[in-house]
């Protein structure tokens, strides 16, 4: 009986494990680019074992730069634990860099972003979809593409307000009894985090 | 079912032999072997031994299939969060480029491997790539050194490269992997090691069967805006703008930070599911071992028991015989 239960076991893991490995195939893209100075240079010094695979190896292809401005952008926003929007086309989106709110249209400048603790709202057509992002980094590259990198992110109406207003009273007074450099750091962050959140929630 | 009465009869009778064999007393076949020992005309075939082995030999094949079982649970457990930290690296690659093959006077080889053993040839891979890329970048005024993530790596390494090794970090999956848990990880790092370029070594998971050893590279900023400068792959760096912060090596020196702790996330988990991945299938090729070794060792069992009782009804048949005259 332990047996027949073992078999159902492995049969359904493998079974979903398979199915799983074969939509693998969209990781690896059409046609694989690789470094080949590099895979040169490591068969001359190693010539008995295979060259590792690289990065580039495993990238999903990106769209070449076009020649005029293309009507939608493209964004890709992701966290640690998911994907949350990739390869979506979107109208406008606004990044809360450090220095203000950043509108991003089709055809922006390429521009390197750090991000401050904010909303990100994306729009596409009528919709606009809000999250409070954490801080991270936006990438808009010359062909339209949107990279936005954070550690955290909340949609907003996952945020209640009450706890808000506890943690920055918290925080602030955390920040007026801190003694040492680490304390008074880490107590500014949880300010700075949660006014952010603060005026996201009422403005 | 004869058989199994005789051999329930031995069992009986084996104490009462033990220590000394009585001559004139035909006892069971199937008493303890007592060749050294043993009276003359007194032929004890012994199957204790075959037995003994055919019950270790099952005791290790359910193990084995027990740990293939545990190891399939926690790889399906840590696949979908790897599959979901995979979009994190391909922002940082997309923007500066994959470049293994830059060549700077302080590289760091960072191994990524398990703590635990039985998985397969998963971390030898890994030490035999981390020092096949030590030669690689060896040069006249280079420096390789090694930073160790997981108990195995550190074992191999540990014997011939000690003086390379700048830090060892264990028990890396003690508590669930979380972004945080990196986050410090790499921040130790980053504080402790002068790197010009690390290189991140691990396996990653291409399927359960599969795991596809990979380097990802990461550069100091300094490094970065010389390769911007000398143009290539970085060339076109110099047209992003930047926003925020006063100067761009300030943009850039938490740039590199981000990117390290986000492609060590992403080779962390893919490494702890390729271990999970190798660890079923090393298991599930003992259990078959072992099933074929039973197999084996049932058939010599047989085998043996049944010559021992052709061997005593021969000898008793032919004491028939020679009494009748």
Redesign the interface.
Known sequence: MFRQASRLLARTTTATTWRRSRAFSTDLPATPTEDSTFIESWKKVIPNMDPPKTPSSFMTPRPATPSSIPSKITVNFVLPYASELSTKEVDMVIVPATTGQMGVLPGHVPTIAELKPGILSVHEGNDVTKYFLSSGFAFIHANSVADIIAVEAVPLDCIDPALVQKGLAEFTQRLGTATSDLEKAEAQIGVDVHSALNSALTG | MAMAALRREGRRFAPLISPRPITAFRSSPLAPTREAEGPIGVRYISTQVVRNRMKSVKNIQKIT?AM??VA??K??AI?T?AE????????????L?????VDVKKNVIVTVSSDKGLCGGINSTSV??SK?LH??NSGPENETKYVILGEKAKAQLVRDSKKDIELIITELQKNPLS?TQV?VLADDILKNVEFDALRI?FN?F???VSF??????VLSPEIVEREAEAGGKLG?LD???????ETKGE?LQ??TE?QFS?VM?NSVLENACSEQGARMSAMDSSSRNAGDMLDRLTLTYNRTRQASITTELIEIISGASALEG
């Open positions: 299939k293939k079982m399939a649970s790889l399906r696949q969060k979901n930290s995979r979009g994190l690296w391909q922002p940082f690659t997309a923007l480029g994959d470049t293994p093959s035999k790539i096949a030669k690689l972004y986050s070594v990653k291409h399927s359960v596809l050893p990979t380097v990802s590279t076109d047209s992003y703008e930047i926003e925020g912060g943009i938490n740039l981000f986000c996330f």
